[in-house]
């Protein structure tokens, strides 16, 4: 069976930043990595599940909203898969990204927070995605835009 290409990334050489993971045709997948893979540092299903409705909300209401095909998180629970389109180039797509990040501090409810919008509407919390979403974009400010995985992985 064909070897898929985020199983032939060495993930013991992935650290925290934003990757471009693989192009098909006109949809680029980023790889958010938001923790050290197999570092037992895991993000809760919470945290996971409010950062996912924060953020899927704010980029598909940014200007770029229509180039957004998806953004979920990854099962590992390490970070988050977020495909745009080609017409959004990796640099715009690394400051739509913290432009986003540093909007959720400042918003004041979660959103699709209510029985009806959500299949596990009690899972959520505003605070655990403002912690969340602070961490990571004080990460990819210091790492500045950079889209190429660490040497080895």
């Known amino acids: 069976m064909k070897r898929i290409a985020s199983f032939s990334v060495d993930h013991d050489a992935i650290v925290p930043g934003m990757y471009v993971s693989r192009v098909d045709g006109d949809a680029v997948t980023y790889d958010l990595r938001t923790r050290k893979p197999n570092g037992g540092d895991y993000m809760s299903n919470l945290t996971m599940h409010s950062v996912e409705h924060m953020l899927a909300t704010l980029l598909r209401n940014s200007e770029r909203g229509d180039e957004v095909i998806y953004f979920g998180p990854m099962g590992c629970r390490t970070g988050f898969y977020l495909i745009l389109r080609d017409t959004v180039s990796p640099n715009d797509a690394y400051d739509l990204l913290c ?4 909007q959720v501090a400042d918003e004041p409810a979660m959103f699709g927070a209510a029985r009806k919008e959500c299949g596990n509407y009690r899972g959520l919390s505003l605070a655990a995605a403002k912690a969340e979403c602070a961490k990571y974009l ?3 400010t210091a790492q500045g835009p950079h889209f190429d995985y660490p040497k080895g992985a």
Do not use: E, H, S
Request: proline letters at 0%; a positive charge.
């Open 99 to 102: 432009r986003v990040l540093a």
């Open 138 to 140: 004080a990460v990819l």
